[in-house]
């Protein structure tokens, strides 16, 4: 039996974090004095079976019941009388000690709790029966349902039900009692109730938090039955609350609805402090006090599901029922003369954004600052008038807004009663306040309307996605199925392109957008279900003028924003807005030049400073110095307008970003003759060139200095350079791929290596080397050397595991590798040996280990590669059972280190000794002549690769590395001897090797240099250069090219170069691509050398 005391222990711990606001402060709603009050020796029969006590649940009835009462209630002259899976829930609810009654949507879940308060009120008039739930709105229900109800079953509920609850609700009952004159003797000071109740109304309402408030002292908080409704919604905490005061529990719920709200950063904490709890009592994320005593009562519980639904149309249900339910509900409702109820208003960008927690004073608590302007936009100036005329037409007509976010629906609600035909409105449909507005059109968290439904549901799920964004929180299965089965009769959907099916993506914007799925297949049955509603309509192949997929007429040049990044592989934080803006410009102004990141001291130089209070005049000079305007359009030497692109950050009020937004603005309005906007992308803008062509022709603009002029224009030039590096360096990773990824081959591991080995190479060049400081530089070196590397090592790594591979004694098969310390090396050694896998299964026993020794502080970066989440790495560390690891330590420092005992047989310094300077290699070298050899193994290898234009100096520290290990070798019993022939080593499988990394238009040579073998693919300069050394011109173009002209100049572009210290063969490589219209891509892959050394153990 578990140990009560700890886990009581654990739940008031949880009651007491929970129950206070973010500022410490204790709440009317904490349950903490529930499990002060409450201690595990007074636990009520149904609470010891729940904490494991075999003789109390042995003690309890779960028995397979005649439907006998609910029979007769179906067979009597109801308007509705119950159907079957109703009659068997009753008689189980009402014999059994704990019943499980699942109700999906609009199966009748209200209709079943009367039905069974009138059969246990018909066979046991004297029970008192507890109608509770987590939420008033619930329980309202209940009470709106018994008080309409018009047959004799419900007349006599009317009489014996008190709807109880919080003091308010109480003092309401009251006051109604004596405005009848009937009997209030039960009613004590502040509304508390005596026992007395019960002779009158033995049947009352109340929701959890208030169950065990409400009755005086003298009363031992005991019921017959404890009816929890939404039980799907409520917590362990607030479950034993309620199963404290019951004999007999129902609870009915759904557990495809939504869970309990888990508040992670209170609750994981203290999960951790009692970690000796068992699971099943602990809370937990999608989890609820249903479906833990689904799994404590299992194999006595009878769960019973209600199957016949009757709210919605059938066209919007049967997405619950295929995508949620398993095709097991019965649709009962009819399609009448709509086909199809559903309607999707779609938008292209992404516009979702986060900001910081907001703390709202008036409802004591923060809110999160999620929002989507542009759904807000859509709905207001494309649905709203439509709404409008509809709701006249038809006043009974229920319309409900749905989001998952608060914020979202606040500012909707802002925006809506800001309008000036709302106030109109609301007099035509006789509403004279605000609050009547909302009531009218109820703006809700798809949470607080679980339980409702209306005529139609607006859905706007916030959360447009990006290719570099994990799924959306707000798509998960039971807020979807939630949101979705809320519509009676049309569900209209707002939401962005990127979640439609690709083919409709293809067809409707000419381009594809890609979803990142999960790593884990068994999380995506969660996720994505905004995008399974498009798959589900698509499949429908709607074609109907309001129902189905329409385009948003509202259209922005920030719509292609996500397609930017997709196709240039860059990240949220980048300047992608500003370049979709600039783009847009440059196509439709052809007659202007358009200029980006000018420097506002071009704009200044003859205006005055300006008054200011909050910013000194020095402030104000400086920062003219240093600020930049993000777009300006010129005719000539006059500028026509200036232009900020304000992106997430600007929203984010941070004050930094905020001054210096105050400060640009002071300086714009000193400027004469020019137009300022701002511009921001957040979905508030749209037909943004209409605006400007209309501002550029209302003004005259500002005459400015022709150096200047020129100036700006040379800083351009320099960046279409920068963005052709990086376009050319997406073109032609598409040829490496195609290598790297063989040709399709299914292997599991091969997409995501594939991303990870991308993204260290191309999303983010900055943080893999601190010397290339600027975007060119980072481009040239990515050109230079990052197509070829992840390449060229997994070449490197896939022959030296072939090496270690043929071993007389496989137990101590394994490889060091000492690399520059990038996750691209690891990666690529990591996915030459997935490749090996697939051809030898035995490859999978082969240890691997890596270390990062570069000199320029690259360090090993967090075994977190960008973007792949942290299941990848653990799927990764299983496939490869835990044997690779990367840690921040150089060679010498492992070596050292090592346990005594160098384990593993192959050593390998995959092309990294000329980078070294002789300090470190004498360190490496000391190690290596320490650390004593595994006298078990039978055989050791060190594979040394060298860069062949430093051949002459690499040897001198190979030497050393090598007569190090030869004096171990001697020491440890071990013949040494230089083996250095590839080909001789590997015998067959030299061509096999060879032949996998052989392109079309290189042929592998091999030169031998001393005693180095080199596997050349193609050299270098003749590719560059031609006979005569001058910069080789190439036939072939990329597409998408960026043109540059012939004003960028030669003579600067070397003293840049030169302030860089890029050699003179680099700016011939420079310039090899700055011939007009002509580029060519890399083709070299390798240059290769290998020294082989070759330790046998003496017999």
Not at 432 to 438: A, G, M, V
Not at 442 to 465: A, F, K, N, W
Request: glycine share 4%.
């Amino acid at each position: 039996m578990p140990n009560l005391e700890r886990i009581w222990e654990y739940f008031r711990t949880i009651a007491e974090v929970t129950g206070r606001d973010e500022k410490g402060e204790k709440q009317n709603y904490s349950l903490e004095f529930f499990f002060e009050q409450i201690q595990p020796e007074n636990f009520s029969l149904l609470m010891k079976a729940f904490f494991g006590d075999e003789t109390a649940m042995q003690t309890l009835e779960f028995s397979n019941p005649l439907p006998s009462t609910a029979q007769i209630l179906r067979d009597s002259s109801q308007k509705t009388p119950p159907y079957e899976a109703q009659c068997k829930a009753i008689a189980h609810a009402m014999a059994d000690s704990v019943s499980l009654i699942q109700g999906p949507p609009g199966t009748g879940k209200t209709e079943m709790i009367l039905n069974l308060l009138s059969c246990i009120r018909k066979q046991y008039p004297t029970a008192k029966v507890a109608v509770v739930s987590s939420n008033n709105e619930a329980i309202q229900n209940i009470t709106d349902k018994i008080a309409e109800g018009s047959d004799e079953m419900t007349k006599e509920l009317q009489k014996s039900y008190a709807p109880l609850g919080a003091k308010s609700k109480r003092t309401a009952f009251r006051e109604a009692l004596q405005f009848q004159n009937r009997d209030t003797s039960f009613f004590r000071k502040e509304d508390k109730i005596a026992p007395s109740l019960f002779l009158q109304y033995p049947i009352f309402s109340s929701t959890i938090h208030s169950l065990r408030k409400i009755f005086t002292p003298d009363f031992h908080n005991e019921f017959d039955y404890v009816i929890m409704d939404e039980c799907s919604q409520i917590g362990i905490l607030l479950g034993l609350i309620a199963m404290s005061c019951a004999k007999h529990l129902v609870l009915i719920g759904d557990k495809e609805q939504l869970a309990p709200v888990y508040i992670n950063k209170l609750i994981d904490p203290v999960n951790e402090q009692f970690k000796d709890v068992e699971d099943v009592f602990k809370e937990h994320e999608e989890k609820s006090f249903l479906s833990v005593c689904e799994t404590i009562f299992k194999g006595n519980i009878h769960p019973i599901m209600l199957d016949s639904h009757f709210r919605c149309h059938p066209s919007i249900i049967e997405f619950c029922n295929r995508y949620i339910y398993d095709n097991q509900l019965k649709i009962m409702t009819k399609r009448n003369d709509t086909q199809f109820a559903i309607r999707v208003l779609w938008y292209e960008g992404d516009y979702y954004e986060r900001g910081k927690k907001v703390y709202l004073e008036e409802q004591k608590q923060y809110e999160n600052d999620i929002l989507n302007w542009k759904q807000i936009k859509i709905f207001i100036q494309e649905e709203w008038e439509d709404l409008k005329e509809r709701m006249l037409k038809n006043p009974h007509m229920s319309v409900c807004i749905l989001s998952p976010y608060k914020k979202q629906l606040r500012i909707l609600q802002k925006e809506l009663l800001s309008m000036p035909d709302v106030k109109e409105f609301m007099k035509e449909i006789h509403l004279e306040s605000e609050s009547q507005f909302t009531e009218t059109l109820p703006q809700l968290t798809i949470h607080s309307s679980q339980g409702r439904g209306y005529d139609v549901v607006y859905l706007m799920p916030v959360e447009d996605c990006s290719y570099d964004r994990m799924w959306a929180w707000s798509q998960r299965r039971r807020m979807i199925n939630v949101a979705v089965s809320r519509a009676k009769k049309e569900l209209r959907v707002i939401t962005s392109s990127q979640w439609l099916p690709e083919s409709i993506q293809q067809e409707y914007t000419g381009h594809i957008l890609k979803l990142r799925k999960p790593d884990d297949p068994e999380e995506e049955k969660n996720q994505l279900f905004v995008k399974k509603l498009m798959d589900y309509i698509a499949e429908c192949n709607v074609n109907d003028p309001i129902f189905g997929f329409h385009r948003s007429e509202i259209e922005s040049v920030f719509d292609s924003v996500p397609w930017y990044r997709q196709e240039h592989r860059i990240d949220e934080n980048s300047s992608a807005p500003e370049r979709c803006m600039l783009n847009a410009l440059r196509e439709e102004f052809p007659e202007y030049q358009i200029y980006r990141e000018f420097p506002l001291s071009y704009l200044t130089k003859n205006a005055e400073i300006p008054q200011s209070e909050e910013f000194s005049e020095e402030d104000l000079q400086k920062y003219r110095e240093l600020a930049r305007i993000d777009i300006v359009i010129c005719d000539k030497n006059r500028v026509l307008m200036a232009i900020e692109v304000d992106g997430a950050h600007h929203r984010m009020e941070n004050e930094t970003i905020m001054q210096n937004d105050a400060r640009k603005d002071l300086w714009m309005k000193a400027v004469e003759n020019l137009k300022f906007s701002r511009y921001p992308t957040n979905g508030t803008t749209s037909d943004e060139m209409e605006q400007i062509r209309s501002e550029i022709s209302s003004v005259d603009g500002m005459e400015i200095d022709a150096q200047d002029i020129q100036k700006q224009k040379a800083e351009e030039q320099k960046r279409k350079l920068a963005e052709y590096y990086h376009n050319f360096i997406t073109h032609n990773l598409k040829q490496v791929q195609s290598h790297i990824t063989e040709e399709g081959q299914n292997l599991e591991m091969d997409a995501k290596l594939l991303r990870v080995i991308q993204s260290l190479n191309y999303i983010k060049p900055t943080s893999l080397n601190a010397d290339y400081s600027d975007a060119l530089t980072d481009a040239y070196y990515f050109t230079r050397y990052g197509m070829a590397y992840a390449f060229e090592y997994v070449m490197l790594h896939e022959a030296v595991f072939r090496i270690a591979m043929h071993r007389t004694n496989t137990l101590y098969h394994g490889v060091y590798s000492f690399g520059c310390g990038s996750l691209m090396d690891a990666w690529s050694m990591a996915y030459a040996k997935c490749k090996l896998i697939r051809q030898n299964p035995q490859y999978e026993n082969m240890k691997m280990i890596y270390r990062g020794i570069d000199l320029s502080q690259w360090k090993e970066f967090v075994i977190q590669p960008p973007h792949c989440g942290k299941r990848s790495t653990e799927n990764f560390s299983e496939l490869f059972e835990r044997r690779i690891c990367f840690v921040q330590m150089g060679a010498d420092k492992y070596l050292e280190s090592c346990a005594g005992t160098l384990n593993y047989d192959t050593l390998f310094f995959p092309k990294i000794l000329n980078e070294l300077n002789d300090t470190i290699v004498d360190s490496i070298a000391q190690a290596l002549e320490k650390i004593p050899l595994n006298p078990r193994a039978q055989e050791y290898y060190l594979c040394i690769s060298h860069s062949k234009t430093k051949a002459e100096d690499d040897m001198k520290k190979v030497e050393k590395i090598i007569n190090a290990l030869r004096k171990n070798a001697e020491q440890n019993g071990f013949t040494f001897e230089v083996q250095d022939d590839l080909q001789q080593i590997l015998g067959e499988e030299y061509q096999e090797w060879l032949a996998d990394y052989t392109l079309p238009d290189a042929q592998p040579i091999c030169n031998t240099v001393g005693n180095l073998h080199y596997y050349t693919f193609t050299d270098y300069e003749s590719h560059f250069l031609d006979e005569n050394g001058k910069p080789r011109r190439e036939t072939r173009k990329i597409a998408d090219m960026p043109e540059i002209g012939n004003d960028f100049s030669h003579s600067e572009n070397d003293e840049y170069f030169s302030r860089h210290r890029i050699s003179e063969m680099e700016k011939s490589y420079r310039k090899a691509f700055n011939t007009s219209g002509v580029r060519s891509p890399i083709t070299r892959v390798g240059l290769i050398a290998f020294q082989i050394v070759r330790l046998v153990k003496n017999s």
